[in-house]
Nanobody, 126 residues
Framework: VQLQASGGGLVQAGGSLRLSCAAS????????MGWFRQAPGREREFVAA????????DYADSVKGRFTISRDNAKNTVYLQINNLKPEDTANYYC????????????????????WGQGTQVTVSS
């Protein structure tokens, strides 16, 4: 499985970005997906997750109401729409795929994810 994240960039506070994560390899539609982020000097943290069918989503409190995760199984792609960006959103954003297929719901724990993309950098200026 290969995950290719893209869409990051430098934006001003209040701006928006749409991150994409294209997956290749095993059946994308059968696996839940997640987005995580890591800022310099900090541990990687959960951002958002979506179930394999797309019917269930979960968000970290810090991004709830501003970020939206979605997926297009026909395109093997998961998205993260980021609105009203804040300087504290500056980080490298990673997408990841669940270890086990067809699991109900979502999960915030990194150890439930088997495959990680290379990350895409989001930098928010104040």
């Amino acid at each position: 499985v290969q995950l290719q994240a893209s869409g990051g960039g430098l934006v001003q506070a209040g701006g928006s970005l749409r991150l994409s994560c294209a997956a290749s390899g095993r059946s994308f539609a059968s696996y839940g997906m997640g987005w995580f982020r890591q800022a310099p000097g900090r541990e990687r943290e959960f951002v958002a997750a979506i179930s394999w069918g797309g019917g269930t989503t979960d968000y970290a409190d810090s991004v709830k109401g501003r970020f939206t995760i979605s997926r297009d199984n026909a395109k093997n792609t998961v998205y993260l729409q980021i609105n009203n960006l804040k300087p504290e959103d500056t980080a490298n954003y990673y997408c990841a795929q669940r270890k086990v297929p067809n699991i109900l719901g979502t999960d915030r724990h990194e150890d439930k994810y088997a495959h990680w993309g290379q990350g895409t950098q989001v930098t928010v200026s104040s």
